[in-house]
């Protein structure tokens, strides 16, 4: 058992990431074009650009209602490119704190879960 918020986000995070992979397998094993390489990696963006694209021109399909969906830079004026920018040290202190904060918030609800 988890005995700290970090260690059972990385539970969570591995079980997640098993889940993904698997569906991946499962895709491979049914659309074999995706067992190419280069292929495996336009699918994120083109997920992102079919995401984007329906938010975009369909906003009452927004299932989520969450108001934070452009899953790419809004303002970049494109649809479906991933940004190379470089990473800068203040967005991965951004993104460990929002990390942390995720931890906490799951630890919180990690008693019910065990009661279930």
Not at 43 to 69: E, G, M, R, S, Y
Not at 101 to 116: N, R, S, T
């Given at each position: 058992?988890?005995?700290?918020?970090?260690?059972?986000?990385?539970?969570?995070?591995?079980?997640a990431r098993n889940i993904i992979e698997h569906i991946f397998g499962v895709l491979k094993r049914q659309f074999s074009i995706l067992k190419a390489m280069s292929v495996q990696a336009l699918?994120?963006?083109?997920?992102?650009?079919?995401?984007?694209?329906?938010?975009?021109?369909?906003?009452?399909?927004?299932?989520?209602?969450?108001?934070?969906?452009?899953?790419?830079?809004?303002?970049?004026?494109?649809?479906?490119?991933?940004?190379?920018?470089?990473?800068?040290?203040?967005?991965?202190?951004?993104?460990?704190?929002?990390?942390?904060?995720?931890?906490?918030?799951?630890?919180?609800?990690?008693?019910?879960?065990?009661?279930?």
């Open positions: 058992r988890p005995q700290n918020p970090q260690e059972y986000f990385d539970l969570r995070h591995a079980s699918i994120p963006p083109a997920v992102c650009f079919l995401h984007n694209f329906i938010h975009t021109h369909n906003p009452t399909n927004d299932k989520d209602n969450n108001k934070d969906t452009d899953l790419l830079t809004p303002d970049n004026g494109n649809n479906g490119e991933l940004s190379y920018q470089v990473i800068l040290e203040a967005a991965c202190l951004a993104a460990n704190s929002q990390q942390d904060k995720i931890a906490q918030e799951m630890w919180v609800g990690y008693p019910a879960e065990l009661q279930k």
